[in-house]
């Protein structure tokens, strides 16, 4: 079992940028594909990004070309760098970890573990 502790949320004006980070303990980020998703007011929780156990990444058409997923295995942490930042991408941010080898990796029941969320606000 995993344990997930996002950080690096906040406020930040249109255009800029944040990096997210989400610190695993327990067991090896390496040992699942760990994914991103954002929950905004009064809406479903929605797929960011995914990076799998072979380092290939998956992203929602939204934020293709300004987000990057990636992992450190030496920090055993997962990253989101969030580029070109827009008001629409206020949520809170949670990172997950996927044990399954197939399937759907765009639903959130398709992950096992969860953190606790981040909030990052985007000012226009």
């Known amino acids: 079992q995993v344990q997930l502790v996002e950080s690096g949320g906040g406020l930040v004006q249109a255009g800029g940028s944040l990096r997210l980070s989400c610190a695993a303990s327990?067991?090896?980020?390496?040992?699942?594909?760990m994914g991103w998703f954002r929950q905004a007011p009064g809406k479903e929780r929605a797929f960011v990004a995914q990076?799998?156990?072979?380092?290939?990444?998956y992203y929602t058409d939204s934020v293709k070309g300004r987000f990057t997923i990636s992992r450190d295995n030496a920090k055993n942490t997962v990253y989101l760098q969030m580029n070109s930042l827009k008001p629409e991408d206020t949520a809170v941010y949670f990172c997950?970890?996927?044990?399954?080898?197939?399937?759907?990796?765009?639903?959130?029941?398709?992950?096992?573990?969860w953190g606790q969320g981040t909030q990052v606000t985007v000012s226009s």
């Open positions: 997950a970890a996927r044990s399954a080898y197939s399937g759907p990796y765009t639903y959130t029941s398709g992950y096992d573990y």
């Open positions: 327990g067991r090896a980020v390496s040992s699942y594909a």
């Open positions: 990076i799998s156990r072979s380092l290939s990444t």
